[in-house]
């Protein structure tokens, strides 16, 4: 079933991060199978290295504005246009590399459920010690195996599956495999994550304000699926959201009424934050994280809230003025 598969990688200016990432999808995959590489306006020589491995290179139009589901489905519509019994495909960012054996693990997984719209595995940080902001991102794919509600941008999919729900939404900055999810799921299909090895990821984010800034796109990515399917049944989101602004907003209000009557009582209030901190901190530890990992993934995950705030107020306010979102980038160009 191997010679069924293609694989569509996105990319701009991943440097070495792509050489990576193409070297490991061509030594992989079966003889013949089709690899296309999506480039939105590259300046480091990525096209002219995709081409020399016989990857084929789709070019996006710069007149319109790009984002990454756009080059997702653009390299999906090109796959399908010259494989059109084409059963699965794997995505991956041009910033991973797939880990070996890996396709014939989720192909196996897929042949245990029909209903399995997508199969995703662990994906790691590559470099993980390089910064505490790369180990917070490998922590953060440390999620639990087993029917999953979402995937991120690597993930084996059923071409079946992406063509019953017309593909990523191409108007979405961030998070579009999120609400593509919450699509399949409403027509049945189901999402699984799987207990393997599936890329490395290289996050690349070495000092604070890179940080920052992903933390603002994720932000934005939350407003949108409340946005999108915050209503009954789906009601996706709705829940995470309202308990974000109330530690955004609702504690700090809370002190400040208390303030009229003691300022004990508002410095008491602001306990909540230290609270949340033991209480993240201890579901790290059970998800098997070191004590220092899981403090720093409990202090930036509170801290995170402010810029995640300052990400849903783009996205608001973009809607309302009836612009087009433009991309929030936080990873520096491999050139």
């Known amino acids: 079933m191997l010679e069924k598969i293609g694989v569509v990688a996105i990319g701009r200016n991943e440097g070495d991060r792509l050489v990576r990432c193409l070297k490991s999808l061509v030594a992989q995959m079966p003889t013949g ?51 059109p019994d084409l059963k699965y495909v794997q995505f991956i960012d041009g910033d991973c590399e797939l880990v070996e054996g890996w396709i014939e693990t989720a192909i196996a997984a897929f042949a245990s459920d029909a209903t399995f719209a997508i199969v995703c595995g662990r994906r790691r940080e590559r470099f993980p010690e390089r910064s505490v902001y790369n180990r917070l991102a490998d922590m953060e794919w440390n999620t639990p195996v087993g029917e999953a509600e979402a995937c991120g941008g690597d993930a084996l999919i059923r071409v079946e599956a992406i063509q019953a729900v017309g593909g990523y939404n191409e108007t979405l900055i961030a998070g579009e495999e999120p609400e593509m999810c919450v699509r399949l799921r409403k027509l049945g299909w189901k999402i699984q994550r799987i207990d393997a ?28 699926w409340t946005d999108l399917h915050g209503a009954p049944p789906e009601r996706y989101m709705v829940r995470e959201n309202r308990k974000h602004w109330g530690w955004v907003m609702g504690l700090p209000l809370v002190a400040i009424g208390l303030a009229y009557f003691t300022s004990g009582l508002s410095l008491l209030a602001f306990l909540g934050y230290p609270l949340l901190c033991w209480k993240i901190y201890r579901y790290r530890l059970s998800r098997g994280d070191s004590a220092s990992d899981a403090r720093s993934y409990a202090g930036f995950c509170v801290l995170g809230k402010f810029p995640e705030s300052i990400g849903q107020f783009n996205y608001w306010s973009t809607k309302l003025r009836g612009q087009q979102a433009k991309l929030i980038e936080y990873k520096e160009p491999a050139i």
């Open 197 to 224: 090895e599936m890329t490395r990821h290289d996050a690349a984010m070495l000092e604070f304000r890179q940080w920052w800034k992903r933390s603002v796109r994720g932000g934005w990515a939350m407003a949108a």
């Open 33 to 83: 199978t089709l690899i296309v590489y999506v480039d939105s306006g590259s300046t480091d020589g990525s096209v002219a290295f995709a081409e020399s491995l016989g990857v084929q290179v789709v070019n996006l139009d710069l007149s319109i504005p790009f984002t990454m589901a756009r080059g997702r489905n653009a390299g999906f519509r090109h796959l399908v246009a010259q494989v």
